[in-house]
C-alpha cells in the first residue's frame, strides 16, 4: 500500500491494485490541508467518527464519485438517509474481507456525534480503522484516549504503520500518544490531530524524537510516507 497525510486525521491510502481509500474526509474547513473537496477521487471513503472534523465532506465526495462508504452502522444509516448510495456498516471488533482490503474497526474511547438544528445527536460509537491488504497492516487509530487494549491490539498485529492522534484536548497528548507507539509495536508512526486549531498546538518533532521503538515520520502533506 501507498500512504499519505492531508493534514489533521485525514489520510489517503492506495492499495497496489490501484483501489483509493480517503479516510476522515475533513476538507472545506480545514485550514491545513492540501486537498480539495471538487478534486478527490476515492473509491472508498473510511470514517472513524461523525464529529465534524472527521465527516467532514463526505456525503458531498460520496455523491460525486460513488465512493463506498465504510463506517459503523449508524453512520452509514445516517448517510444513506442523505441519499449516499453505496454504504458498509460495521460495528467495533468487525471485520470485513473487501475485495480491495480488510477493514476492522477498533475501539475508540471518543463521542461521535453530529450536530442538527444545534442538538447534538450520538450516531454509534468512535473507532479506529485497521486496513490490511497487500500483506501490510496500517492503523489509523482515530480520535481516542490512551486505553490499554492498545496493547493488545499491538500483540495481535504486526502493525507496519499507525496513524496516532498527539493533539491532547480532544484526544491523547504526546505522552500518551508515546505510550500507543510502544503499545501498538507500530514499526512506523506519523502523528495526526494536532496544529489544527489553538487547543491541539503541538511539536510533531519532539514527539518522533520521543519514540522508542518505532521509525517515527513527520509527514509531509500529501507526499507518500515511507514505511
Ligand atoms: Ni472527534
Ligand atoms: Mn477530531
Same mark, same amino acid.
Given at each position: ?45 473510511l ?8 465527516l ?15 463506517s ?18 460495521? *460495528?467495533?471488533?468487525? #471485520? =470485513? ?5 480488510t477493514? +476492522?474497526?477498533?475501539? @475508540?474511547?471518543? /463521542?461521535?456525534? &453530529? ?22 497492516t ?13 496493547k ?7 502493525i ?5 492522534p498527539i ?13 500507543a507507539a ?19 498546538? *503541538?511539536?510533531?518533532? #519532539? =514527539? ?6 518505532? +521509525?517515527?515520520?513527520? @509527514?509531509?502533506? /500529501?507526499?507518500? &510516507?515511507?514505511?
Amino acid at each position: 500500500m501507498k500512504a499519505m497525510y492531508h493534514g489533521h486525521s485525514v489520510v489517503s491510502i492506495e492499495t497496489n491494485g490501484g483501489v483509493k481509500l480517503l479516510i476522515d474526509p475533513f476538507i472545506n474547513r480545514n485550514p491545513l490541508t492540501d486537498l480539495k473537496v471538487d478534486e478527490v477521487n476515492p473509491d472508498v471513503i473510511l470514517v472513524t467518527h461523525a464529529h465534524g472534523d472527521h465527516l467532514g465532506d463526505t456525503v458531498e465526495i460520496a455523491k460525486r464519485t460513488n465512493a463506498l462508504v465504510v463506517s459503523t452502522v449508524e453512520i452509514v444509516n445516517y448517510l444513506a438517509s442523505l441519499g449516499v448510495e453505496r454504504v458498509h456498516g460495521l *460495528q467495533p471488533g468487525g #471485520a =470485513f474481507a473487501f475485495d480491495f482490503a480488510t477493514i +476492522k474497526l477498533t475501539q @475508540a474511547i471518543h /463521542g461521535s456525534s &453530529i450536530e442538527i438544528d444545534g442538538l447534538p445527536y450520538t450516531l454509534g460509537l468512535a473507532t479506529g480503522i485497521m486496513i490490511k491488504a497487500d500483506n501490510q497492516t496500517i492503523y489509523h487509530v482515530g480520535d481516542t484516549a490512551l486505553f490499554s487494549d492498545l496493547k493488545l491490539i499491538g500483540e495481535l498485529n504486526h502493525i507496519d504503520l499507525a496513524f496516532i492522534p498527539i493533539g491532547d484536548n480532544y484526544t491523547m497528548g504526546p505522552e500518551d500518544a508515546l505510550l500507543a507507539a510502544e503499545w501498538l509495536k507500530a514499526k512506523t508512526v506519523v502523528p495526526i490531530h494536532y496544529n489544527t486549531m489553538k487547543e491541539i498546538e *503541538q511539536d510533531p518533532h #519532539a =514527539f518522533i524524537n520521543q519514540l522508542k521503538d518505532s +521509525k517515527g515520520i513527520v @509527514a509531509k502533506l /500529501g507526499e507518500p &510516507i515511507d514505511f
